[in-house]
Structures are given as structure tokens and as C-alpha cells.
């Protein structure tokens, strides 16, 4: 379709547009560039080639005003249900790789742009197809099956997956008109935009009188929106990005010239075509041509370009680096300080830039005279290129990153040397640093106000260089490198950045010295850079269904729909006439009383509607079921965290509406008393107030809100022959869904409301909005449609947005939609309850537990009606399957100045994983024995009982040499009965899967021969009660013999509606004998509390369960009606001449019989355990302190599963979001004011596909869960805890290389995550260490 835009908004986004024109495909989840979920694939005409080329970008960054000439391609225009699926959706589909299905869209033309721009005729290899999400993230699948389902069309035909055929490039954009003498302009909504088509132009344009107050902004692909998010502080934007001239790439015999618009893409794709082999078939370029010439007379001149290369690709993702261009990555870390890759390998390198005054006079200046805070740019300066010279002969060019996740994450530290060895000396040296200031341990990015000294920019180790030169490549030389470098002026305080700076020196020195592969450390940019292919197997299908299509293995029925974006989400709803959109104003510190606000400058922004405080608040003011925070701060009271809201702005559009917000004064009296941060914070506070007698307004400790025990620790403690004690700390984790919480609320006749919102549980928010309102709950409808991800997350924490839109809505009589952008929402969700615990444990020689005394401090921000429910978890499931004769955990709860926490994905049983391990592991390390012995010790009778189990480990009699039973009897902590125990078998058959014992071999074997790469192997269990709750559906049967399902439980990627739709298939089979029903005559509706009045939550892995069997109970009373039309049809026709069917019985019923019943499970006492194992080996970089999972291996207890393809994506998933929990995902706080530093993808790190096992193997227990809804368990959270394995694997490689350096062998507190940061901090490698 032909679009054109008149005077368009300059600050309006392509995914803005696109999504406010009905083009839904295009998701935000996060507005930052940094998921992925926005990305469509633009296309521009080349008419000297007459051909098109094609690139993947983020839409939510990318301007619309830079759009024009432009083919734009969504998910949904590649294929969808009516015109029919693309390759790549079907794939995705087969291989289950869409489950919420939010991130899918940008999945898919991630994949079709990066096949669009290889060469060739073929796709490439696999390991190329993984890259090509490097800029996405998924939180459900875990990415396995996405990168298999892409990898299936490894050497393909490409023409079968990418070109004219599928995104063909309009003829009317073929003919572009010729450039305009005069730059085009826009005004829409008061700020200008500015094209200029060449550099005169854009000399003229910036030439003209600036006007008083009104600030200018030169942008080209403006991805620093996603970081600084100032659209609202520019009046005018000038694009560079038609510019021929800064678009080119010239090569001369010096070097390559890069205009300052080309973007990181086609700077990759410039360094690929030279180092590409030449093919005789293939024309060569000009470019190609000189660079061939070059090398035949200047050998080794090109030694930088691979590393350049490698490099550049770890930035960012594909979608990103296609817009972002090279001059406005420098520009931006001079201006603002940030912190970039590119300015350090280019500076490291010795690159120089022109600079175009006012004028068009141009001055080359190097970078690091650039970067120096004595060069000033002027403001209205042009960078117009970026020189990168050859190196000469002799100079060897390294470059060094590191970053919380591998790829698409902003470095903690990077490096580039560039060394000139002459006659084994070195002659000259330039040694560059950047990236400094570390937010892995502080808060966030520059503000846009830093000074070119900020700490960002890349600095000259210059007294280093001088103190090497002229010397030999030596270990003295690089003592004397270490040494000095730690005299520069600019070196950090940071500890980890020193350990850094220091390790990468050391890097380059092996290189220079020419030391041999197995001596040195890890050698490329990054650990990451020896990543090949993943690959595993999964064995699922053990069981052949005896009720098909229950049990059959499919995926997810809606997959394909999800995959091409026309599944719709809350905030693809179409919005009504005279809709509003809605933001909030945000209280930016915490405990800063609210006196008022000044609305004059923000009445004055485009779009202003009104404003909503808690004075339009006609109930409560509440927007929790505990009801212990604020919907809306109210004048004169205190904010409870930093980022509380205290005002809704509403406006025509949220861009708008976002805007306005910012220019609201808030006048708050600040705080004199430092917030409460931290659970120890709290202790300490209460512990004061204690001894001082005089109490709190509001307790910060609530005591003992959970205690287990059994026998008498405190004596078995006493007489243990051995004990150890210690303490540790498990950090929060966000639920990270993708699909940011929205709502849309429609006011009916009669005072009604119908709302639309993103929840798990429909009934509670029906609770809350008729407690905030006054409004009787008959007036009130809430729906759920698809849901992008819970995690937990959606039962209490999203409830504030329909709350706070109803109110919105009862104000001013209209339509409201409230939609929390990224950083806002992580801001108030909370996240996972952290830990801070002490433990004692009493043991024997052999390891063997007697007694272990636990005492939590649960961190629940301000209050959450499940944080004392994740706290008891804690100490009921702490003992997994270990055998503790006696035992006292207790938890208190700590009211700390932040968002309170909640519920997240298996709410408490990780922290208890992590606690347990670290007692074994202290344990272990205290014997000086292996910590699987100890493991083993706990888990089985005697020694001689893991033999007599692997024996035979599908047998129930296994069950007697179980150490946990032993103590336990038939109940578990807390006294839930046990159902079954196949944890033995679990554990000795996945044993010998996987080779433990020769595993462990190897890896003691490899440690031994390397210095400074360590692995480790761990195998660790899960135990996980869950409980099967009384879930209610509504099954409707029409006349054609199809059918409606509507239930309580939420579709939030989980495959409940598949499994419904499995279960529904075959019961109404039954109901006439001989008959088929065919999945598609079934099909699962929105929730509705119009449907399901008070229904049950979906949560605790078990809602597809206790739907299914709410659906059966359904289909039985419709079966029940039906029985009199049945017997009547037969009375009729008794010789059986026509086949009696559903279809006909239906019809034949008529009015006279309802063909509608609700049903509830029955089976809503039904509570068991799930059991697993995994065996997990990483490899670490010792000094960097990077990790890589080698291999995973998982055997799990899924029982006869309802849908085994369904069952192993939530498995896989449920492992790498524990990934997340034990190595990436922490959260930061400014200690002054309670400001959440990691509130979003710039920061917060979720895995990415790197992150994934290099070898990731998954399989089934084949043993029935007889007790079980036919037979089967559950899947969604248990597999997350076998994470801790990944976990315990990294201790391991820790405590190798500590004790390589003379750290010995005991035990060492690491808490979790433990990123690179504190991997490497916890080795503790010195620079006396750093030997060649």
C-alpha cells in the first residue's frame, strides 16, 4: 500500500506509525531498540544497480521523517492467514519457537533481513543463522527451538525464502524523484525536521540564524533515543542520513574513509567484502580491486580489519547496527560520554575524523585528540568522515570487550592496543581503554548534560606506552606495563574495571610475546568469539497417547497466527472513537512528600487532554490486593519507592501524552533520612528501635512470618562432628514478560465499563477495580485476551494499570487506554523476592547432614500478597530431595523503600536451590571431598544404593534407598503427602546418560593443563510441590459441531488453549461413539469475568491442568443433555444405515436442550511433586570472567504429558530464565534517592541466544503420574531450579582457578548472580599472577 504523510510529527516513530495505521504485526516491548519485538525489514532502490536492498531496523527508533522512499515490511506482510504463511513462520511454528508469540513477529524478520543482505544464493551455515537474532530476546522459549527452526534452512536455495516473491519492491518507489535545491521540512506537533540531501545543504541549513531557545539536533539513524529518550528537549532536527556524501566508503592505499552516515551494518559489510576470498566467478568492486592491489606491496596492511570486524559484530543486534552510524556513535560519546565499542577500536586503531566547520572548512583530527577534553566541538560542527588506516609492518591490532551478557550488551570495560614489534622489541605502542565508568556496580548512563570528560570516552594509557617502548616483548616489559598503567590520570576506582584493564594488557602482551594457544588466556574481543552452532537432542516422546489427541506432541495451534503478528495482544485492541491515551507521572525518589505540581508547560504541549490525581479517586486508593501502596500518591503524603506514580497525564496519543508528562514541575519536599534498600538496611534499623525502646511507626522486620521445623537443631548441632556456617544472598529478578502491561477501558451505557487488560487472574482485578471505584461488580466487565508473557509478574503487579485507566475513564466519560512503556514498568513490577540468609549445618565425615538451622531475611519491597508466600516457599522446599533429620528455617520479612516484590516464576524455589547447594558446597569444601559425593551422601541410604538404583531406576522399590524419605515419611515439609518418589531413578539414570564420572575426568584433566580456563560440572535436583486448583470453564457446542471454550485460567505462552483445545477434541468424541471431532472445531475465547464470575489464578504451572479437567467436567453435562436426542436418533434409524455424529445430534437438538455448561476441577485437592536433574559444564575466562555453558543435560518428570513439544519449550524456558537468575539479571539502586538503575534492556540483561548450552540435551522420565490428571504433570516452573546446576558448575571453575592462585581450597561466599564481575573478582587473579 501507497502512504503518504503530510507534514509528519518529527518525533513520531516508524512503529508509531505503522501500529496507528492498523500495521499491529509491529510490537513495542520496550522502546529502546534493545528486544527486538519492533523489527520489520525496510527496503531501498538503488537506481544505478535497479535493484533493491534490503535491511533489518528497529521500528521504534527508527524516525518516520527518515522514511521517505522507503518499502517497509512487517511480519504480517511477509504471510498471514489470508494470503498464507511464509517459510519462515511455518518453521518457527513446526519447531515450537513461538509460545507467548510477542517476540515472534520480530523473530522472523529478523531472520528474513539478514538472509536478505548475505551474498549468495544459498542461506548460510548455522552458526551465522544464530547471529541473526542477535538483537532479540525471547523470556519464554528459552531460544533452542528458534535457533532450530532457523537453522533448518542452513545451505537452502535462498530464493525460496527471501526476494521479490515475498516483499516485492513497489515500481511507484522505483522512481524516486531527483533531489530537492532546497532541504525538506516538517513541523508537525511544534518541533521541526530538517532533510538535507547534501553537505551544502546541510552547511546552509545549520548556517542560518539560530533562534533564541531553540535547541538543534543533527540525527541520521537516532538510535540514541532508546538511551537518552530526549526527544522532548529538541526544537529542531536536522537528517543527515540523505547525505550521498557521508554515505561513502572510499579506499585509498592509506586506509578506508567512512562517511559519518554509514551505519554499523554497512561498515560489517564493507570489512566483509575485502576479507571475503576472492571468487572467480564473482565481479570484483572498485574497493575490492585496490584493496588487492594493496595487499600485493604492503603485506599484513589489513591485520586490524578481522579484528575490527569481530568487534563490530558484538555490538548491539542486526536491527540496531543498521541504523546507528558511525558519526553519531563518536559524536555521542564525546557529547554525552557514552560508553562505545566504536570509539575505542577506532581510537585503539588510530583513526582520525573530519570535521566540517560552518563554512564546509574541513580538519582532520585524530581520535584521541578528538576525545581529549581539550579539543572542543563546536555546535554546529560537521563530522562528515572517519579515516581507519592500514596498519604497517610489524604492528599487531587486538581489541578487548566485556559485558554482562555476550552480545547485545553495553561493555563494562573494552580495549584496543595497537603494537609495533621490531626485532622482537617493541618500537611504538598505542594502548586505548573505553567504556569506563561500570554500571555493573553503580548507576546508570551519562546524563545528556555530561561533559566531554565524561567518563565514557576512550583514554591514552600515554605513560604506559612511553614505559614499553623500545623495549623487548618480556615479562619484565609487562610488569612494567602493569605497573604503570595504574599511575595514569585517568585510572578508575572501580575494582572490577582495574582487574580489566590489567587482564587485557596481559591479553595483548601473549600476543605480541607469541605464546603458544594452550599457555594463554582466551585471545579473541570476547569469550564468546569461539561460539560455534549449538545443537542437542530432546527425548519427549516416550509414551504413546491412549487418548489422542490428549498427549499428542504439536504445537502451539495459534503459532503460525503469532508468528506472522495477527495474534492480538491488550495493546493491539482497536481503540474506540475519542480514545485517550494515558501516562503517569512519576515521583522520582523515594520517601519525597508530594506538595503539588505546576501544569502550565505541559498544558502547552500538543495533544494535552487533563490530568487524573488521587483526588478523582472515588474508593480506595489502592492498586494491590494487599492494598499497601498507592494507586496514586495523594498531596501531602510521602512517596513509598522511587518512580511511584503520583498524577496520570491523558493526551490524543502516548507519544504525546509522554511528552507532556515530562514538562510537569513536581514540587516535593525531599527526604533528610537515607532509604531502606536493603533487608540487612531493615535488620539493622529494627534491631536500633529494639534496643532503644521505642518503637516503630511501621515495622521494617516482620518476624518469623514463616517457620519450619522438625526434630531439635540447635542439639543435633551440638553434637554434630563437624559444622559450618556462613552467609549469602540471592538477588531479585524481574519477570521481564515482552509484552508490557497494558489496558483499554470502554464505558458503556448505564455507567458500565468493559476493560481490556494484560493479567493472570481477571478476578482479582474484578475485586480491586470495584474497591477503587464504588462500582458494583455487575457494572464492571474485565477480558483477557492473549497475554504476552506472565512469569507472575501479571497477577498482582499489572493490576494498577486497568486500575488506574478505569479511573481515567470515570473522570472523563471516555475511552482510555494506558500502556507502561518499558522502563516504567520495571520500574514498579517488582520482581522476585531476594534473599539474604545465614545458615548453620551440622555433618559427619562423610558429608552426611544431621542438622542445618536457616535464618532468611526476605526483601518485599513495600508489601505484596505474595512475598510471604515465595518466603515460606523457601523454607519448605529448601531441603529438595536431600535427607536433613532436623531442621529450622524461618524467614523474616524486611519492608524495604522500594516497589514491592512478588510472585515471579517458581516463587521462592530457586533461592531455596541456591541455599541448599551452597550449604553441600561449604560442606564439601570443608571435607575437602567432591561436592556430588556429598550430593549423593544426602540423597541415597548408603554408598551402595546408587548402584542398586541404576540398576533397575524405573522401579518403585528404588524408592527405599532414599535418604529424604528415610526422614521424611510419606509428607514433605509442610506436610504435603507424597505422590510418588522417581527422584533416585532420576538422578542414576541421567548419570550414566551422561557420563558423569568421565565427564568430571575430563574436566579435571583440562583444568590441569590450563591456567586461565577453567571449567566446571555440577548435577543438581529439583524437587517442586505444586497443587492442582479448582479451575473453572464455560463450553459452548453449536449446531455445526463446533464448539467455544472460555475459561479463568490466561493464555500467557503456556499452551494452555492448545491443550484445552486437545482435551476438548477428544471428550467430545465420546459423547457419540465412533466420531471424530477435529481440533479445529474447537476454539478457546477471551476470559471474562462476564463468563467465569470468580475464577481461579494462572499460575503454579498447573492452570492447564485443572482447566482441561474443568472442560471435561463441561463436556459430560453437555453429554448428559445430549443423551435423549442421542437415543432418539438411534430409536430412528436402528439398522444403523447412516453414521450416527456429533454434528447430527446437535442439529437435531435444537432449542429444546442446552448446549452450554460450565465446569470446575474436581481434583482441586490434588497436590504433588515434581522431580528432575540436570548436568550442567561451563568453561570460564579466568581473568574476564566470562562464562559459556558447554553442555546441559536435563531428565525431568513430566509424567504422560498433556503435549510433550508444549511441555519441553516450557521446560527449556524455564531453564534459561533460572540462566538469567544464577548469571545475569541484577538490579541496582541509587543509594541516595531509590532510583531503580536497571530499568530496562540498556541495563537489565535477560539471556540471549548466546547464552544458550552449546550442547542442550532434554528428555522425559518415562514413569507415569498415575495419581496424576491422565497421568501427567506439569512443566512450566519446576525446570527453572535446575539452573542452580549451571550455578554450582561455575563454583567449581571458581574454585579451580583460586586455587591455581594460591587461594586454597575452602570454602568462598558467591552469591548470586554472580556476573563477570563477581566471577572474576572471586578468582582474584593479580597482576603478580599474569605470567607469560
Known amino acids: 500500500a501507497r502512504h ?112 536478505s543482505q548475505h551474498k549468495g544464493d544459498t542461506c548460510p551455515g548455522e552458526a551465522e543463522i544464530e547471529s541473526c537474532i542477535d538483537g532479540n530476546l525471547c523470556r519464554c522459549t528459552g531460544y533452542r527451538s528458534i535457533l532450530s527452526a532457523f537453522k533448518s534452512f542452513a545451505g537452502s536455495p535462498k530464493d525460496a525464502v527471501v526476494g521479490e516473491k515475498y516483499a516485492p519492491f513497489p515500481e511507484f518507489l522505483k522512481s524516486a524523484p531527483e533531489p530537492e535545491s532546497v532541504p525538506r521540512r516538517f513541523t508537525g506537533s511544534g518541533k521541526e525536521w530538517i532533510s538535507a540531501t547534501s553537505v551544502s545543504q546541510l552547511l546552509q541549513v545549520l548556517g542560518e540564524p539560530q533562534r533564541p531557545g531553540v535547541s538543534m539536533s543533527m540525527v541520521a539513524g537516532h538510535t540514541c533515543r532508546g538511551i537518552y529518550k530526549d526527544d522532548h528537549l529538541v526544537d529542531v532536527f536536522v537528517d543527515v542520513s540523505g547525505i550521498p556524501e557521508l554515505k561513502a566508503v572510499d579506499l585509498s592505499p592509506d586506509g578506508i574513509s567512512f562517511g559519518a552516515a554509514v551505519n554499523w551494518g554497512s561498515f560489517i559489510q564493507a570489512l566483509e567484502e575485502l576479507l571475503a576470498p576472492e571468487e572467480p566467478s564473482s565481479p570484483l568492486s572498485k574497493r575490492k580491486r585496490l584493496y588487492l592491489e594493496v595487499a600485493q606491496s604492503r603485506p599484513g596492511f589489513h591485520a586490524a580489519l578481522p579484528v575490527l570486524l569481530e568487534h563490530a559484530r558484538k555490538v548491539a543486534g542486526h536491527s540496531v547496527r543498521n541504523l546507528g552510524t558511525l558519526g553519531g556513535n563518536l559524536v555521542m560519546t564525546k557529547q554525552r560520554g557514552f560508553q562505545s565499542d566504536l570509539a575505542t577500536i577506532l581510537t585503539g586503531v588510530g583513526s582520525s575524523i573530519t570535521v566540517l566547520g560552518s563554512k564546509g572548512l574541513a580538519k582532520d583530527v585524530p581520535l584521541d585528540e578528538f576525545f581529549s577534553s581539550a579539543f572542543v566541538l563546536p555546535e554546529l560542527a560537521v563530522v562528515s568522515s572517519i579515516k581507519v588506516p592500514f596498519l604497517s609492518s610489524g604492528e599487531v591490532f587486538r581489541s578487548y570487550r566485556t559485558a554482562v551478557r555476550p552480545i547485545n550488551s553495553h561493555a563494562l570495560l573494552n580495549a584496543a592496543f595497537c603494537v609495533k614489534v621490531e626485532d622482537s622489541a617493541i618500537a611504538s605502542a598505542r594502548l586505548v581503554f573505553g567504556a569506563l565508568g561500570s554500571r555493573d556496580s553503580a548507576p546508570g548512563p551519562s546524563s545528556p ?78 569469550q564468546s568469539s569461539e561460539r560455534p552452532a549449538t545443537k542437542g537432542t530432546q527425548a519427549i516422546d516416550w ?196 509484552e508490557p502491561p497494558s489496558a483499554l477501558v470502554v464505558p458503556g451505557e448505564d455507567g458500565t465499563l468493559n476493560v481490556w487488560a494484560s493479567v493472570q487472574v481477571p478476578s482479582w482485578l474484578h475485586r480491586l477495580l470495584s474497591e477503587v471505584t464504588n462500582l458494583a461488580r455487575n457494572k464492571v466487565v474485565v477480558n483477557i485476551t492473549h497475554v504476552g508473557g506472565g512469569f507472575g509478574g501479571k497477577l498482582t503487579k499489572s493490576l494498577n494499570v486497568a486500575v488506574a485507566a478505569v479511573v481515567a475513564t470515570i473522570k472523563t466519560r471516555r475511552p482510555v487506554k494506558l500502556h507502561l512503556n518499558r522502563n516504567v514498568d520495571t520500574v514498579m513490577c517488582g520482581g522476585r523476592v531476594c534473599v539474604t540468609f545465614d545458615y548453620e549445618a551440622g555433618f559427619d565425615d562423610a558429608g552426611k547432614l544431621s542438622a542445618v538451622r536457616l535464618r532468611n531475611l526476605a526483601d518485599g519491597g513495600q508489601g505484596d500478597s505474595c512475598v510471604g508466600f515465595s518466603a515460606k516457599i523457601i523454607c519448605k522446599n529448601v531441603d529438595q530431595i536431600y535427607g536433613i533429620p532436623h531442621f529450622d528455617a524461618r524467614s523474616d520479612i524486611c519492608v524495604t523503600d522500594k516497589a514491592s516484590n512478588t510472585a515471579v516464576r517458581g516463587p521462592g524455589e530457586p533461592q531455596a536451590s541456591f541455599i541448599m547447594e551452597t550449604i553441600l558446597e561449604h560442606v564439601a569444601a570443608e571435607l575437602g571431598i567432591s561436592p556430588h559425593a556429598v550430593r549423593e551422601a544426602n540423597i541415597f541410604t548408603e554408598p551402595e544404593a546408587v548402584a542398586k538404583v541404576a540398576a533397575d531406576p524405573l522401579s518403585e522399590s528404588s524408592d527405599q534407598y532414599s535418604r529424604y524419605l ?110 471424530t471431532i477435529p481440533l479445529d472445531n474447537v476454539r478457546v475465547g477471551p476470559s471474562g469475568t462476564d463468563k467465569v464470575a470468580v475464577g481461579s489464578i494462572t499460575g503454579g504451572s498447573t492452570t492447564s491442568e485443572g482447566v482441561c479437567e474443568a472442560v471435561r467436567m463441561a463436556i459430560e453435562k ?128 535477560i539471556p540471549c541466544f548466546q547464552d544458550v548450552p552449546l550442547e542442550f540435551n532434554v528428555e522425559f522420565f518415562p514413569r507415569a503420574h498415575k495419581e496424576g490428571i491422565v497421568s501427567s504433570k506439569a512443566s512450566g516452573e519446576p525446570p527453572l531450579v535446575l539452573s542452580t546446576s549451571v550455578f554450582c558448575a561455575v563454583r567449581q571453575a571458581v574454585a579451580a582457578a583460586r586455587k591455581d592462585f594460591g587461594k586454597g581450597t575452602g570454602h568462598f561466599r558467591l552469591d548470586a548472580p554472580c556476573t563477570p564481575r563477581d566471577i572474576a573478582l572471586a578468582i582474584g587473579a593479580s597482576s603478580t599472577d599474569m605470567i607469560l
Not at 462 to 487: F, M, N, P
Not at 565 to 594: L, S
Not at 668 to 690: F, G, R, V
Not at 1051 to 1060: A, D, S, Y
Open 4 to 115: 503518504e504523510v503530510q507534514n509528519p510529527d518529527p518525533t513520531l516513530t516508524l512503529s508509531d506509525y505503522l501500529r496507528d495505521s492498523g500495521y499491529k504485526a509491529v510490537k513495542i516491548g520496550c522502546g529502546e531498540g534493545g528486544c527486538g519485538a519492533c523489527t520489520v525489514v525496510v527496503a531501498s532502490w538503488n537506481a544505478a544497480t535497479a535493484t533493491a536492498s534490503y535491511r533489518s531496523v528497529n521500528a521504534c527508533l527508527m524516525p518516520l521523517c527518515s522514511c521517505s522512499g522507503l518499502s517497509v515490511t512487517t511480519s504480517m506482510g511477509l504471510g498471514n492467514s489470508f494470503k498464507g504463511f511464509h517459510p519462515l513462520q511455518e518453521r518457527l511454528a513446526e519447531h515450537n519457537g513461538s509460545q507467548c508469540g510477542f517476540c515472534s513477529p520480530g523473530m522472523v524478520m529478523s531472520m528474513y533481513g539478514m538472509l
Open 449 to 526: 548534560e555530561s561533559s566531554s570528560g565524561a567518563t565514557g570516552v576512550p583514554r591514552r594509557a600515554v605513560k604506559t606506552e612511553e614505559a614499553i617502548t623500545g623495549k623487548a616483548a618480556s615479562q619484565s616489559t609487562l610488569a612494567i606495563a602493569l605497573e604503570t598503567v595504574q599511575h595514569e590520570a585517568w585510572w578508575p576506582e572501580d575494582d572490577f574495571e582495574k582487574h580489566l584493564a590489567l587482564s587485557y594488557l596481559y591479553k595483548m602482551f601473549h600476543v605480541i610475546a607469541g605464546s603458544a594457544a594452550d599457555l594463554a588466556p582466551p585471545l579473541g574481543v570476547s
Open 543 to 738: 509414551a504413546t497417547p491412549d487418548m489422542a489427541p490428549i498427549g499428542t506432541a504439536m504445537p502451539k495451534i495459534s503459532s503460525k497466527l503469532q508468528a506472522a503478528g495477527e495474534q492480538r495482544f491488550t495493546n493491539d485492541m482497536p481503540e474506540p472513537k475519542d480514545c485517550i491515551y494515558a501516562v503517569y507521572v512519576q515521583i522520582p525518589r523515594t520517601k519525597a512528600i508530594f506538595r503539588g505540581y505546576d501544569l502550565e508547560a505541559a498544558k502547552q504541549m500538543p495533544g494535552f487532554i487533563d490530568i487524573v490525581t488521587a483526588e478523582d479517586i472515588a474508593g480506595q486508593n489502592v492498586c494491590e490486593p494487599t492494598k499497601q501502596l498507592y494507586l496514586l500518591v495523594p498531596k501531602g503524603e510521602a512517596s513509598q519507592y522511587a518512580g511511584q506514580p503520583c498524577l496520570m497525564l491523558l493526551a490524543d496519543s502516548t507519544r504525546h501524552a509522554e511528552a507532556a508528562a515530562k514538562k510537569i514541575k513536581l514540587d516535593l519536599e525531599l527526604p533528610i533520612e537515607a532509604p531502606l534498600l536493603t533487608a540487612l538496611a531493615c535488620q539493622t534499623k529494627q534491631a536500633e528501635a529494639d534496643a532503644s525502646g521505642t518503637p516503630l511507626p511501621k515495622p521494617v522486620v516482620k518476624r518469623e512470618s514463616t517457620v519450619i521445623k522438625r526434630g531439635d537443631a540447635d542439639a543435633a548441632l551440638k553434637e554434630a562432628p563437624r559444622t559450618v556456617k556462613g552467609t549469602s544472598f540471592c538477588d531479585s529478578q524481574k519477570a521481564f514478560y515482552m
Open 966 to 1075: 528415610a526422614v521424611m515419611g510419606d509428607k514433605c515439609s509442610g506436610g504435603t503427602p507424597l505422590r510418588g518418589f522417581p527422584a533416585l531413578g532420576i538422578w542414576t539414570t541421567l548419570k550414566q546418560k551422561t557420563d558423569y564420572d568421565g565427564k568430571m575426568s575430563a574436566v579435571e584433566k583440562f583444568n590441569a593443563e590450563h591456567r586461565w580456563r577453567k571449567r566446571g560440572l555440577s548435577m543438581t535436583p529439583v524437587k517442586y510441590p505444586v497443587d492442582v486448583r479448582g479451575q473453572q470453564a464455560v463450553v459452548c457446542l453449536y449446531p455445526d459441531a463446533t464448539c467455544l471454550v472460555t475459561c479463568d485460567g490466561a493464555e500467557i505462552g503456556q499452551g494452555l488453549h492448545t491443550k484445552v483445545i486437545q482435551y476438548a477434541a477428544y471428550h467430545l468424541s465420546q459423547i457419540v461413539p465412533g466420531d
Open 1118 to 1245: 453437555l453429554a448428559e443433555n445430549l443423551k435423549p436426542v442421542i437415543e432418539k436418533l438411534e430409536k430412528a434409524d436402528p439398522e444403523k444405515k447412516e453414521p450416527l455424529t456429533l454434528k447430527k445430534v446437535v442439529a437435531a437438538a435444537g432449542s429444546g436442550i442446552e448446549l452450554q455448561a460450565s465446569g470446575k476441577c474436581q481434583h482441586g485437592d490434588l497436590k504433588y511433586q515434581i522431580y528432575g536433574a540436570a548436568v550442567s559444564e561451563v568453561e570460564l575466562d579466568v581473568l574476564t570472567g566470562e562464562v559459556v555453558i558447554l553442555s546441559t543435560s536435563i531428565l525431568y518428570d513430566c509424567g504422560k504429558s498433556l503435549n510433550p513439544i508444549i511441555d519441553l519449550g516450557q521446560c527449556e524456558g524455564g531453564f534459561m530464565m533460572g540462566v538469567g537468575f544464577f548469571l545475569r539479571e541484577r538490579n541496582l539502586q541509587d543509594p541516595v534517592t531509590g532510583q531503580l538503575a536497571t530499568d530496562g534492556t540498556w541495563e537489565y540483561k
